[in-house]
């Protein structure tokens, strides 16, 4: 089911209602790690940027500043008709993630021209297939749609126990609302909770997080350091060397993130294991541990976060049921 | 952790049970002492564990699972049934089955008569057997309990037909009405 963009336009402004409702009071304030997360009134979970710190790394020959990660939206269940779906924002990049299945594979939906969409192989007897479609809401907004319709699918096939859908397909639909930098780490993180929420059978909760390398100006504790249009070529050696978790374009139609050295990670936190690494561009020898170091603990957190909204949900609906059953 | 609420890949583990000694509910949602989706672990029969869902999840086909479903197409080798139910749960469009000649009753399989046990529209009660070839999952009645539960009278046209034995169904409102039918034996306690 590809959502239309009507009704994508009517859930993204019922959702920022709730999230505005959502910040009164009904939250519930917890600390995980570094950050503050809370949840919110009407089921979401809201999480606000933690606080950046200067670090000085003795080896290296100039202190690398680590960056907040923009912050972080989440709600699953979103649509009805699909077995599972959900909704997350990370900065101004907004993701809806719906997943089809088990389906018969082979039939239904193969009608529609499949442009931007992708399959993990063929299904057999022995295990079924991802498949995975990656759309926009506007024209030409994600680059490269079907290229992260590959690595999603491809992520999600080594996270989903495809040997217990022999023969049968599980469809995984995005929907990118807006792109402003962190398509892929919002695309993954959705398509994990919209599994989840589906009962899809999973190894593990999968987490992804993005880490730009760059140079920001000096004055990076302020908020305006994440934004990355203030940095500039990798060239320029003007500014402090810092890593961007998750980075955003600030202005819509913005480029910069094109631009940015950028390292991609997608985890499996409890099994601990690394599923996706992807380096765009170039980093210094050793820059890359630093770096890939920061992503990791942040994909965790996320995971965590993840996992933790997906528990009280449950938790809240079997109470729900058995409340009304008693 | 009996009673908690656990996401896909954390360990289950019950204080008080050695590890080894753990048992699991087989298709309950644990698998190598992990969970596979998002749930409260719950003990049943005495140390077996399953996940308790808020939302039954989907599932497809399985061998040795019941397939509720409609006959579409027959011949005499065969009946193509269009899955709609799997343990009675309620799976995606596209599922397809047969039941070919020789799954249809255990006694006589050479005998049998494809057009005499079944006709497109009927609901029928199968278990999965095989996975079958690509098209279709392969399908069998070949137990009492299993065959057609639902057929239609073929004269007044939407009228559900009522069991006469295991071979025939007839109609309330046609008296000369008899169907030919590899019909399911339902337990005395079933409303149709």
């Given at each position: 089911?590809?959502?239309?963009?009507?009704?994508?336009?009517?859930?993204?402004s019922?959702?920022?209602?709730?999230?505005?409702?959502?910040?009164?009071?009904?939250?519930?304030?917890?600390?995980?790690?570094?950050?503050?997360?809370?949840?919110?009134?009407?089921?979401?979970?809201?999480?606000?940027?933690?606080?950046?710190?200067?670090?000085?790394?003795?080896?290296?020959?100039?202190?690398?500043v680590?960056?907040?990660?923009?912050?972080?939206f989440?709600?699953?269940?979103?649509?009805?008709?699909?077995?599972?779906?959900?909704?997350?924002?990370?900065?101004?990049?907004?993701?809806?993630?719906?997943?089809?299945?088990?389906?018969?594979?082979?039939?239904?939906?193969?009608?529609?021209?499949?442009?931007?969409?992708?399959?993990?192989?063929?299904?057999?007897?022995?295990?079924?297939?991802?498949?995975?479609?990656?759309?926009?809401?506007?024209?030409?907004?994600?680059?490269?749609?079907?290229?992260?319709?590959?690595?999603v699918?491809?992520?999600?096939?080594?996270?989903?126990?495809?040997e217990?859908?022999?023969?049968?397909?599980?469809?995984?639909?995005?929907?990118?609302?807006?792109?402003?930098?962190?398509?892929?780490?919002?695309?993954?993180?959705?398509?994990?909770?919209?599994?989840?929420?589906?009962?899809?059978?999973?190894?593990?909760?999968?987490?992804?997080?993005?880490?730009?390398?760059?140079?920001?100006?000096?004055?990076?504790?302020?908020?305006?350091?994440?934004?990355?249009?203030k940095?500039?070529?990798?060239d320029?050696?003007?500014?402090?060397?810092?890593?961007?978790?998750?980075?955003?374009?600030?202005?819509?139609g913005?480029?910069?993130?094109?631009?940015?050295?950028?390292?991609?990670?997608?985890?499996?936190?409890?099994?601990?294991?690394?599923?996706?690494?992807?380096?765009?561009?170039?980093?210094?020898?050793n820059?890359?541990?630093?770096?890939?170091?920061?992503?990791?603990?942040?994909?965790?957190?996320?995971?965590?976060?993840l996992?933790?909204?997906?528990?009280?949900?449950?938790?809240s609906?079997?109470?729900?049921?058995?409340?009304?059953t008693? | 952790?009996?009673?908690?609420?656990?996401?896909?890949?954390?360990?289950?583990?019950?204080?008080g049970?050695?590890?080894?000694?753990?048992?699991?509910?087989?298709?309950?949602?644990?698998?190598?002492?992990?969970?596979?989706?998002?749930?409260?672990?719950?003990?049943?029969?005495?140390?077996?564990?399953?996940?308790?869902?808020?939302?039954?999840?989907?599932?497809?086909?399985?061998?040795?699972?019941?397939?509720?479903g409609?006959?579409?197409?027959?011949?005499?080798?065969?009946?193509?049934?269009?899955?709609?139910?799997?343990?009675?749960?309620?799976?995606?469009?596209?599922?397809?089955?047969?039941?070919?000649?020789?799954?249809?009753?255990?006694?006589?399989?050479?005998?049998?008569?494809?057009?005499?046990?079944?006709?497109?529209?009927?609901?029928?009660?199968?278990?999965v057997?095989?996975?079958?070839?690509?098209?279709?999952?392969?399908?069998?009645?070949?137990?009492?309990?299993?065959?057609?539960?639902?057929?239609?009278?073929?004269?007044?046209?939407?009228?559900?037909?009522?069991?006469?034995?295991?071979?025939?169904?007839?109609?309330?409102?046609?008296?000369?009405?008899?169907?030919?039918?590899?019909?399911?034996?339902?337990?005395?306690?079933?409303?149709?």
């Amino acid at each position: 089911m590809i959502i239309d963009a009507h009704v994508a336009a009517v859930l993204v402004s019922h959702i920022c209602c709730a999230r505005s409702l959502a910040s009164g009071d009904g939250r519930i304030k917890t600390k995980l790690g570094a950050s503050e997360y809370s949840m919110g009134k009407y089921g979401a979970l809201i999480v606000d940027a933690a606080d950046a710190t200067v670090e000085q790394d003795s080896e290296a020959a100039e202190a690398i500043v680590p960056v907040a990660s923009p912050s972080l939206f989440v709600r699953a269940g979103v649509l009805s008709e699909a077995s599972g779906s959900a909704y997350v924002e990370l900065g101004n990049t907004q993701v809806f993630c719906a997943v089809h299945g088990p389906r018969a594979a082979g039939s239904g939906g193969s009608g529609q021209g499949f442009g931007s969409g992708s399959m993990s192989g063929q299904p057999s007897s022995q295990r079924g297939i991802v498949t995975c479609d990656v759309r926009s809401l506007g024209e030409g907004m994600v680059d490269n749609a079907g290229a992260l319709a590959v690595v999603v699918s491809s992520i999600l096939s080594a996270v989903v126990r495809l040997e217990q859908y022999p023969k049968s397909r599980i469809d995984v639909y995005v929907l990118m609302v807006n792109d402003s930098g962190s398509a892929f780490a919002a695309t993954v993180n959705a398509a994990c909770l919209a599994l989840c929420d589906a009962g899809v059978a999973m190894r593990d909760l999968v987490s992804a997080c993005s880490m730009g390398v760059t140079r920001v100006r000096p004055d990076p504790a302020s908020e305006s350091a994440m934004e990355v249009d203030k940095c500039d070529d990798q060239d320029d050696h003007d500014g402090v060397l810092a890593v961007v978790a998750n980075p955003q374009n600030s202005r819509p139609g913005s480029r910069k993130t094109q631009r940015m050295t950028l390292m991609d990670f997608a985890i499996m936190p409890n099994l601990g294991r690394v599923v996706y690494a992807h380096l765009r561009g170039q980093v210094e020898f050793n820059h890359v541990e630093k770096a890939s170091e920061k992503a990791m603990a942040q994909a965790r957190l996320v995971a965590a976060i993840l996992s933790s909204y997906m528990r009280e949900r449950e938790k809240s609906a079997l109470d729900a049921m058995s409340a009304g059953t008693a | 952790m009996e009673g908690q609420v656990v996401a896909p890949g954390m360990r289950v583990l019950v204080p008080g049970l050695l590890e080894g000694a753990l048992r699991v509910v087989p298709d309950g949602g644990i698998n190598d002492g992990r969970a596979e989706r998002v749930g409260r672990v719950v003990v049943v029969e005495e140390q077996a564990l399953r996940l308790e869902r808020s939302r039954q999840h989907a599932v497809c086909p399985a061998v040795g699972r019941r397939a509720t479903g409609r006959v579409t197409r027959v011949n005499n080798r065969m009946a193509v049934v269009e899955i709609l139910a799997v343990d009675q749960i309620p799976v995606s469009d596209g599922f397809r089955g047969l039941i070919r000649q020789q799954d249809v009753r255990q006694a006589e399989v050479d005998s049998v008569q494809m057009y005499k046990s079944f006709m497109p529209g009927d609901i029928v009660e199968t278990v999965v057997v095989s996975l079958g070839d690509r098209a279709a999952y392969y399908l069998s009645t070949a137990t009492n309990e299993l065959g057609v539960v639902h057929a239609f009278c073929p004269s007044c046209g939407d009228t559900p037909m009522h069991p006469l034995s295991w071979v025939e169904m007839g109609c309330v409102q046609c008296p000369s009405v008899l169907e030919f039918r590899k019909v399911a034996k339902r337990p005395a306690s079933a409303v149709f």
